[in-house]
């Protein structure tokens, strides 16, 4: 049995979206651990293509060369694993988007070689371990997405679609996997789950080694877009095997906190495809931001912290925070340094200053990183003392005796509130105010009396969340 050593901080995930292995690990060090985040989802770690023509596109990453660790865009392998074990100090796990379905694709053949310095054609890579014979037999693009025979077995993207169901090709990728455990990685994002039978998932899952230091199984999080099809192609097919990304959250609630239609929210469960336990939960994604953003923190920041505090603040599934770079064309990589000696694959700026080169740090805004503590403080608390504005366009309710939060997209409020909160001062965590070593806040204070009732005012945009962790 493995060792438990470490202790994760809580569930909160935050998407760190290509960020250099060296600014996640002292992200984990200054920020993540101290806020109480849980674990980052990290960039795909494995050699990808080198599409310097075309200005290295965010997308080289998810065109598998081979699965070594070394000389990727965003550092080598030993930071790789310095990043590993900075954050598990600070009780932050580590998620990999695992990209298994698939290697490099049409596009970028004969762009070679890739990151790390390996050759590879299409349906060759070598260094990988793979030949012709570890590629399906389907060999065009998907073009019925309502039949699971060609979902799972032709290309998606014109991407070389791997023979999952070989043992052989099993055994590359669980080795990948096991590589990844061995260093401490704690879960994987398992990248178009959906164009993996369940059964080649399960055998997969399955060779996992347990993960050192923090313990258990590896914590899976699978992408599967909700689309037509049969129920198997559904999220809910896949959520024996792991958790499931649910897209109907994206969908609906970003947009309704866009359009100051909150009062839904309360009861959202309801209108999802998953059950709470199943959900990975997010405001918008990598792919979402460009392909239907509909609302994404570089167009309107005001509503988006409102709607990420309100998905940190509200029991529905595992949270996943978004942190990204300013775009303005839906191929721009990361901020870079461009094309350096040796380092083939161009280097990324660290983004060392949020704001500086167009890193946007959605994860460090005050609504957004006060609420982690919030989400850790109230843990499996009920939903309690539900409130809407008579026009909808303001929510609040409590997380039992722990916690009370208010989500506001109308105009300035000015409200009396009912809470379970005991009696006390309270700082407002998502305005940036804590309390001190001497028990102050520094910021904003709001007095419960005995019977649980405050007054506040909170303003446009504004999100007021108070904890029994916190108090004045
Ligand atoms: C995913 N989830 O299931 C990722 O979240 C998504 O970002 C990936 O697409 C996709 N699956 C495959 O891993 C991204 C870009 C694509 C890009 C692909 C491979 O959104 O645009 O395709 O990564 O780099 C590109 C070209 C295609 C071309 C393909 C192969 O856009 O036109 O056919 O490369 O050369
Ligand atoms: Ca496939």
New binding site residues.
């Given amino acids: 049995p493995v060792e438990t050593t470490a202790q994760a901080n809580g569930d909160t995930l935050v998407h760190l979206f290509q960020w250099r292995w060296d600014s996640v690990a002292r992200e984990c060090e200054d920020v993540l651990g101290p806020a109480g985040f849980g674990g980052v989802q990290v960039s795909p770690p494995q050699e990808h293509?080198v599409l310097a023509d075309d200005h290295h596109?965010?997308?080289?990453?998810?065109?598998p060369v081979s699965y070594q660790l070394d000389n990727t865009r965003r550092g080598t392998r030993a930071d790789f694993v310095d990043m590993v074990e900075t954050c598990r100090d600070n009780g932050v796990r580590i998620y990999v988007?695992a990209?298994i379905?698939?290697m490099?694709?049409?596009?970028?053949?004969g762009s070679g070689p890739g990151s790390n310095g390996n050759t590879f054609d299409k349906y060759r890579y070598p260094a990988a371990g793979y030949d012709d014979q570890h590629f399906g037999d389907c060999r065009r693009d998907i073009g019925n997405w309502d039949n699971p025979d060609e979902v799972w077995h032709c290309e998606?993207?014109?991407?070389s679609d791997l023979r999952t169901a070989d043992p052989v090709v099993r055994g590359r990728i669980a080795d990948y996997l096991n590589d990844l455990v061995g260093i401490g990685v704690a879960g994987f994002r398992v990248?178009?789950?959906?164009?993996m039978p369940q059964a080649d998932l399960q055998a997969i899952y399955g060779m996992l080694d347990d993960v050192p230091h923090f313990g258990g199984r590896p914590h899976i999080y699978q992408?599967v877009?909700e689309g037509g099809g049969p129920p198997e192609l559904k999220p809910p097919a896949y959520a024996h095997l792991g958790q499931v990304t649910e897209f109907r959250y994206q969908r609906q609630v970003g947009p309704a906190v866009r359009d100051g239609n909150l009062g839904w929210l309360h009861d959202l469960g309801g209108q999802m495809a998953l059950p709470s336990g199943d959900a990975v939960v997010f405001v918008d994604?990598?792919?979402t931001q460009?392909?239907d953003p509909g609302l994404v923190f570089q167009n309107n920041p005001g509503p988006y912290r409102v709607a990420s505090a309100f998905m940190l603040a509200h029991p529905f599934g595992t949270p996943k925070l978004m942190s990204s770079y300013r775009f303005t064309n839906n191929?721009q990589g990361a901020p870079s340094a461009g094309q350096q000696p040796g380092n083939p694959a161009g280097a990324i700026t660290a983004p060392t200053e949020c704001g500086a080169n167009g890193w946007l740090c959605e994860h460090r805004e005050p609504a957004i990183a006060g609420m982690v503590g919030f989400r850790n403080q109230v843990g499996d608390a009920p939903l309690t003392h539900r409130w809407t504005s008579g026009d909808g366009r303001a929510i609040a309710f409590g997380r039992g005796q722990e916690g009370f939060a208010v989500f506001n997209r109308g105009g300035a409020l000015n409200q009396a509130f009912r809470s379970g909160l005991p009696a006390g001062t309270y700082c407002d965590v998502a305005t940036g105010s804590r309390s001190t070593g001497e028990g102050t806040c520094t910021g904003a204070a709001v007095t419960v009396a005995g019977d649980g009732s405050f007054q506040a005012s909170v303003p446009t945009d504004g999100v007021l969340a108070l904890h029994v962790g916190e108090t004045g």
């Fill in positions: 293509v596109p965010w997308w080289q990453d998810y065109q988007d990209v379905n698939h490099a694709g049409s596009g970028s053949i998606l993207l014109a991407l990248d178009a789950a959906k164009h992408e877009i994604n990598h792919d460009r392909s191929e």
